[in-house]
């Protein structure tokens, strides 16, 4: 059974860093084409994408935020974290994980977001 | 950046066909997910690689992509597949999400 779950501080100040934990359990991120990434979503907003993180320790960033974010994995711990630099109140979100492992049958590649974390409100005020 | 692009919202009858459009450059020569969102809950993959459903997803739902333009179609659409639905995609490394749109069943 695969899980996710996020956790990290419900409330930051501006200009504070953000660090957010995923533990999950039911694969592992050292298995060839498994892949965790983040996503966020203001309140009553879309969903937007930030960051991924490959079993081969491959890291990619949303362009509009890369200078901000830094994604990391311990294999150990089942546990993907993500830091987010200079929070602002319109980082204000839901931020969530999920799995993204990536298919290829018969050599055509595809990858989806299969399970997702419940996802975990971060409020920046001061 | 590459974008896609949703109606805001889009209405149906129960029982009714429901269509939501997704537009991006060259859209159809990527492949495109699906996700429904129903209030207080996380994203649920309803189609993936343009076409195909997940196990557990109802028939009703079923996806095409061609040219700038992936639909999603719920037919004979029911009362609980209210929800919002966002389309995405890839664009080089990176996952793009379209804007959203509110399915309203009435």
């Known amino acids: 059974q695969v899980t996710l779950k996020e956790s990290g501080p419900a409330l930051v100040k501006p200009t504070q860093t953000l660090t957010l934990t995923c533990t999950f359990s039911?694969?592992?991120?050292?298995?060839?084409?498994?892949?965790v990434s983040w996503i966020r979503q203001p309140p009553g907003k879309a969903l937007e994408w930030l960051a991924r993180?490959?079993?081969?320790?491959?890291?990619f960033y949303s362009s509009s935020l890369k200078t901000r974010l830094s994604i990391s994995k311990d294999t150990s711990k089942n546990q993907v974290v993500l830091t987010m630099t200079n929070m602002d109140p319109v980082d204000t979100a839901t931020y969530y994980c999920?799995?993204?492992?990536?298919?290829?049958?018969?050599?055509?590649?595809?990858?989806?977001?299969?399970?997702w974390g419940q996802g975990t409100l971060v409020t920046v005020s001061s | 950046s590459y974008e896609l692009t949703q109606p805001p919202s889009v209405s149906v009858s129960p029982g009714q066909t429901a269509s939501i459009t997704c537009s991006g450059n060259?859209?159809?020569?990527?492949?495109t997910c699906w996700y429904q969102q129903k209030p207080g809950q996380s994203p649920v993959v309803v189609i993936y690689?343009?076409?195909k459903r997940p196990s557990g997803i109802p028939e009703r739902f079923s996806g095409s992509n061609s040219g700038n333009t992936a639909t999603l179609t719920i037919s004979g659409t029911q009362a609980m597949d209210e929800a919002d639905y966002y389309c995405?995609?890839?664009?080089?490394?990176?996952?793009?999400f379209g804007g959203g749109t509110k399915l309203t069943v009435l």
């Open positions: 039911g694969f592992s991120l050292t298995t060839s084409g498994m892949r």
């Open positions: 690689q343009d076409t």
């Open positions: 060259k859209l159809g020569d990527k492949y």
């Open positions: 995405q995609a890839w664009d080089s490394s990176s996952v793009v």
């Open positions: 993180i490959d079993w081969d320790d491959d890291k």
């Open positions: 999920a799995r993204i492992p990536r298919y290829c049958p018969n050599g055509v590649c595809y990858s989806f977001f299969d399970y």
